[in-house]
């Protein structure tokens, strides 16, 4: 966000605005041709206009911190210098909901950190100095609105390690907290690279190293909960924080900024190279966690721990109160849920000397309803038409292997002639991703189509398509004669299920791709009971 010896001054501000594509909207540099500018952080404002920190450095009076305001046009609302005759900065910016604007950064003469308020139009109201002669500067503020408190990241000197500084709005300091051990020789971090996210747990840090001999720079990443400790680490250690009021040190540097637009190219390229991680140095915390599986009504969902680090046992509840396999040890398990909602999956994980629990809310969705539809006939041409086409993207496959399928919500499909009954079958899949199907049936006689009411959702075939393994579900009315035989579509028989007579009963078989060998394909099912004939298409997807 800054510019060097290009636009009004030796070193300016320089900010961007683009659009969602990365097209540029426009450029603009500000400062002034006396003093050199930087801007070291840009956020949004409550008012929709835009806030800049950083510092500005003139022969006079050092470098003192710097705080702007734009509107989403580019232009100037305000800036505002503040310093002594020694060097501050401004590292980062926040505004709160009574237009009051925060500011923290460091003193680097007094080797100390500073935190200061302004109204809304960048007036100082104060400035506090945390620690002299042991910090280095305070970044990445983050407000929490129902405590009312900052949180502040900071980096002491000496070893440099990383901390965070609660404080309340009138700075009072609530307490602070250093991470991270004094381990080989060279600064834990020099400040470069520190950042602080809050999480729906706590906050997330992370920033940079040289002591751990992996390069010489690495990443540090930490994650606290909300009180900033994590009870299952080391290294993690309060201190004593004192507050100098550093208001009436601070003299009014302000001066005029000009603006100019720019027309900077744009360039393209990127490169990428692989992490060494490396976690052997520090205690591990120990943290429970796995993926989540939203999925629908009769699917097995597939859990998968992601527990860090090295757990060793598992114990999940899957939060399905009137289901007998509602809880495992696996450590990567399925469960089947019979009814849709939300559950609550918990999964209580455990390394060799740690345990951790975490609870995470699963969707189960249900499956389209497939009302009966509607069958009009002329000659040997069929019309479908359903009762509800909201209800999922549709897929028609009418029995016949020669030309079997139809993406449309209300196909129509001709017949060979000939006598026969084919199964049809549909199958809709909802905007969740789960597929419900339905079968019924079209009598084909001599003098063609018989629309009497043949309904074949006595023959179920689930799933299908399928992974080496289906089922073919029906019941018997009567007793009768049953002859079940799968074919490729070159007509050659690659198995036999059943051939007999058979009582009046409900039937179950199972057509295993992998035993006759057959490969990934479209295969045709034949059923026979007594004099009718039916057909359907099952696909192999492996």
Same mark, same amino acid.
């Given at each position: 966000?800054?510019?060097?010896?290009?636009?009004?001054?030796?070193?300016?501000?320089?900010?961007?605005?683009?659009?969602?594509?990365?097209?540029?909207?426009?450029?603009?540099?500000?400062?002034?041709?006396?003093?050199?500018?930087?801007?070291?952080?840009?956020?949004?404002?409550?008012?929709?206009?835009?806030?800049?920190?950083?510092?500005?450095?003139?022969?006079?009076?050092?470098?003192?911190?710097?705080?702007?305001?734009?509107?989403?046009?580019?232009?100037?609302?305000?800036?505002?210098?503040?310093? #002594?005759?020694?060097?501050?900065?401004?590292? +980062?910016?926040?505004?709160?909901?009574?237009?009051?604007?925060?500011?923290?950064?460091?003193?680097?003469?007094?080797?100390?950190?500073?935190?200061?308020?302004?109204?809304?139009?960048?007036?100082?109201?104060?400035?506090?100095?945390?620690?002299?002669?042991?910090?280095? *500067?305070?970044?990445?503020?983050?407000?929490?609105?129902?405590?009312?408190?900052?949180?502040?990241?900071?980096?002491?000197?000496?070893?440099?390690?990383? /901390?965070?500084?609660?404080?309340?709005?009138?700075?009072?300091?609530?307490?602070?907290?250093?991470?991270?051990?004094?381990?080989?020789?060279?600064?834990?971090?020099?400040?470069?690279?520190?950042?602080?996210?809050?999480?729906?747990? /706590?906050?997330?840090?992370?920033?940079?190293?040289?002591?751990?001999?992996?390069?010489?720079?690495?990443?540090? *990443?930490?994650?606290?909960?909300?009180?900033?400790?994590?009870?299952?680490?080391?290294?993690?250690?309060?201190?004593?924080?004192?507050?100098?009021?550093?208001?009436?040190?601070?003299?009014?540097?302000?001066?005029? &900024?000009?603006?100019?637009?720019?027309?900077?190219?744009?360039?393209?390229?990127?490169?990428?190279?692989?992490? @060494?991680?490396?976690?052997?140095?520090? =205690?591990?915390?120990?943290?429970?966690? &796995?993926?989540?599986?939203?999925? =629908?009504?009769?699917?097995?969902?597939? *859990?998968?721990?992601?527990?860090?680090?090295?757990?060793?046992?598992?114990?999940?509840?899957?939060?399905?109160?009137?289901?007998?396999?509602?809880?495992?040890?696996?450590?990567?398990?399925?469960?089947?849920?019979?009814?849709?909602?939300?559950?609550?999956?918990?999964?209580?994980?455990?390394? +060799?000397?740690? #345990?951790?629990?975490?609870?995470?809310?699963?969707?189960?969705?249900?499956?389209?309803?497939?009302?009966?539809?509607?069958?009009?006939?002329?000659?040997?041409?069929?019309?479908?038409?359903?009762?509800?086409?909201?209800? /999922?993207?549709?897929?028609?496959? &009418?029995?016949?292997?020669?030309?079997?399928?139809?993406? @449309?919500?209300?196909?129509?499909?001709?017949?060979?002639?000939?006598?026969?009954?084919?199964?049809?079958?549909?199958?809709?899949?909802?905007?969740?991703?789960?597929?419900?199907?339905? #079968?019924?049936?079209?009598?084909?006689?001599?003098?063609?189509?018989?629309?009497?009411?043949?309904?074949?959702?006595?023959?179920?075939? &689930?799933?299908?398509?399928?992974? /080496?393994?289906?089922?073919?579900?029906?019941?018997?009315?009567?007793?009768?004669?049953?002859?079940?035989?799968?074919?490729?579509?070159?007509?050659?028989?690659?198995?036999?299920?059943?051939?007999?007579?058979?009582?009046?009963?409900?039937?179950?078989?199972?057509?295993?791709?992998?035993? =006759?060998?057959?490969?990934?394909?479209?295969?045709?099912?034949?059923?026979?009971? @007594?004099?009718?004939?039916?057909?359907?298409?099952?696909?192999?997807?492996?």
């Amino acid at each position: 966000m800054n510019s060097h010896k290009l636009w009004p001054g030796n070193g300016d501000v320089f900010l961007i605005k683009t659009d969602a594509g990365g097209g540029l909207v426009w450029a603009k540099a500000y400062g002034s041709s006396s003093y050199e500018e930087a801007a070291l952080q840009i956020k949004n404002s409550k008012d929709g206009n835009f806030l800049l920190s950083g510092y500005s450095l003139g022969s006079s009076n050092g470098q003192d911190e710097m705080i702007m305001k734009v509107d989403e046009n580019g232009k100037l609302l305000f800036n505002k210098v503040y310093g #002594t005759s020694s060097d501050e900065s401004a590292v +980062s910016v926040i505004d709160l909901p009574d237009s009051s604007i925060y500011t923290s950064g460091g003193t680097s003469s007094y080797i100390a950190s500073i935190f200061s308020k302004y109204d809304k139009n960048g007036n100082l109201k104060w400035c506090k100095m945390y620690d002299q002669n042991q910090h280095i *500067f305070t970044s990445n503020i983050l407000y929490d609105p129902a405590k009312k408190v900052f949180n502040t990241v900071f980096i002491k000197s000496g070893p440099g390690h990383m /901390g965070i500084m609660r404080s309340d709005t009138s700075g009072k300091v609530i307490f602070t907290k250093i991470y991270g051990p004094i381990i080989g020789s060279g600064y834990y971090t020099d400040g470069t690279g520190s950042y602080m996210a809050q999480i729906s747990s /706590g906050f997330a840090l992370n920033y940079t190293t040289s002591v751990f001999g992996a390069g010489s720079t690495d990443f540090f *990443f930490a994650k606290v909960d909300t009180s900033a400790s994590n009870s299952n680490s080391c290294y993690i250690s309060p201190e004593t924080t004192s507050v100098l009021d550093f208001t009436s040190s601070i003299g009014n540097h302000t001066y005029s &900024f000009t603006t100019s637009s720019a027309n900077p190219q744009s360039g393209s390229g990127m490169s990428s190279a692989s992490a @060494n991680v490396k976690d052997s140095f520090l =205690c591990t915390p120990f943290v429970a966690s &796995f993926n989540l599986p939203n999925t =629908c009504v009769g699917q097995k969902a597939q *859990f998968y721990d992601s527990s860090y680090y090295n757990p060793v046992s598992w114990s999940w509840n899957f939060g399905d109160a009137g289901s007998s396999s509602n809880t495992s040890n696996l450590r990567n398990p399925t469960h089947t849920y019979s009814n849709s909602g939300s559950y609550k999956v918990t999964l209580t994980s455990s390394s +060799s000397s740690e #345990t951790d629990n975490v609870s995470r809310t699963l969707t189960i969705y249900p499956l389209p309803v497939i009302a009966p539809w509607a069958q009009n006939a002329t000659k040997n041409t069929v019309s479908f038409v359903p009762q509800d086409t909201s209800i /999922g993207k549709f897929k028609w496959y &009418f029995g016949d292997p020669d030309s079997d399928s139809s993406p @449309n919500k209300e196909p129509t499909f001709t017949y060979p002639p000939g006598k026969g009954k084919y199964l049809v079958k549909l199958f809709v899949t909802s905007k969740y991703g789960c597929v419900s199907e339905k #079968t019924d049936s079209v009598l084909i006689t001599n003098s063609g189509i018989n629309l009497q009411k043949t309904n074949a959702d006595w023959i179920q075939i &689930f799933p299908n398509p399928f992974s /080496g393994i289906t089922n073919i579900n029906y019941t018997l009315e009567s007793p009768g004669k049953v002859n079940i035989t799968i074919y490729d579509l070159t007509g050659k028989q690659v198995a036999e299920l059943k051939n007999g007579m058979y009582a009046a009963a409900s039937y179950s078989e199972v057509f295993d791709a992998t035993k =006759c060998h057959c490969p990934q394909g479209v295969y045709i099912l034949k059923m026979t009971v @007594n004099d009718e004939v039916y057909t359907a298409r099952i696909e192999n997807m492996r």
